[in-house]
Structures are given as C-alpha cells and as structure tokens.
C-alpha cells in the first residue's frame, strides 16, 4: 500500500469515527472484498498501534519465498522455473517491522463463496441442465485455495505462528443443516453432511481438521516418535449467508493481534 494510499485512509478513519466508515453502508455487503476489509485491519492496526510500522503487500514473489526457504536450509529454494511468478491472496499480506527491522507477516486473508442454493431457493430459481432441481451439484474452484496457503507456509517456514484466515461463505460451506423457504412456501433442507453439496472437507485438509470458526494463528507442536513436529493451520471460518466487516475486521484484529504476541511485538 503506497503512503498516498495510507493517508488517505487515515484521513477517512479519522473522519469517519473507525474502520468501518471507509466503506459506509456499502460495507454491509459481499460485493466489497476481503482486500477492502483487510485495509481497513491494517489501518486499524496502524492507528491502535503508532508506535510500530506495517505494510501492506498485494502479492508475494515465488523467487522472494525461494529465497527464504533457501535460507533456512541450503536444500530448499532451489527450483523456479518462472522467476516473475507470484501468488496474490484475495486480502494481502499484512506485514509489521520487527524489534530487529526484519518485516514479519502478521495477516493474511482469503475469501471464496460457493454455492448460491440459499439465494436460488429463496427466490424460486430452479436450477440444473433442464431447470428443474433445487440444489446444484458443488464445484472444485476452491481447491486453488491449497497452492496460496502452501507457498505462505514455505515463506513462514520459520516463523511459530500462522496468521492465515479463510473465510468461506454460501451454500458449499454449510456446518449444520440448514432450512430454506421457497416462495410458494415449501421448505427445503439443506444437508451439511451430503456429499453432493458440501466442499468444506477440501479445505479442513489446511488445518489438519481442527474446530472451524477459531483463532489457529498459534502454531501446534506435537511429538511423533520422540521428534517434535510443528503445525501451521489455517483459521477457517464459514457462513452460509454473506459476511460483512463487523464480523470480519474483529476476527482479523484478534488473529493480528496472536501474531504481534508471537512475534514479541505486545507489551
């Protein structure tokens, strides 16, 4: 993010009384993305925290992760075939500048939305090849997700916290059955657990399965066979209807916040 960019949102932050009058009452809907959201957390965390420098990246090079797996250990980092190659998570990458000048990632976030049966029921629309069935059968689309978090994983190698979130939303995302009124007044249930709706188990595969809807920022380190190994996993969090930034800036705060802890950045 450029320091026009920052004063700019200063100047809207201050004007607006919080991060959620950068958006207005536009911010209310899905149609603002993460990267929106993501800049109101960091200028969020610029303001609470003056003493300490962020920055904001919209994207991370694959020779930059390279070269930090290379320098943890001399055998890793050492194939690239497209050395412009980048990954561009949907909300950036959240940095700070630590007590020796070294930038640490403290956020990043994505946001997918899969499945609009919720919507297509509530307004009647039948959907399928001859429009005659309520549900349609779910997409693979997210499981891009997997390469994102694996190459922030490669660029975290060293680090003992883990501050990636997902945030998934719509009718693929589903954690408990769920009852949808038609217009004509019928009632169609929507089954968390049917295989032909539900994607959430592709994407429980980045947090090794732990409970969705919590802060996992903090690595986990279990033994195996007298070696410790140590876990980073994603903080998934679902919903099956749109998410807005009073929900999503807290969950970002409180995960920034497990990271600036780690770091050694709290008081």
Known sequence: MSK???NRLSKQHI????PKGIFGDSAKKHDISVNDFSKAAFETLTNEFPKLEFR???????????EKLNKVDARLGVTIFVENARIKPDGGIIEVKDKDDNWRIVLVCEAKHQGKDIE???KGILVGKNKDQDLMVAGNAIERSHKNINEIRNVMIDEKHFPYILFLQGSNFLT???TVIRP?????VLK???????????LTA??????INQNSCENIFIEINGQTVMLQAVSIFTKATEWTIDEMLPIMMEVSKTSLRIIGLLD
């Open 4 to 6: 026009k960019q920052t």
């Open 192 to 202: 968390h657990d049917a295989g032909s709706l539900n994607r959430i188990d592709r």
């Open 56 to 66: 904001f990246r919209d994207n991370l090079g694959k020779k930059e992760i390279n």
């Open 15 to 18: 004007e607006s009384e919080g």
């Open 184 to 188: 004509d007044g019928n009632e169609v």
């Open 120 to 122: 297509n029921l509530g």
């Open 176 to 178: 408990e059955p769920t």
């Open 206 to 211: 980045a947090n090794y399965s732990l409970p």
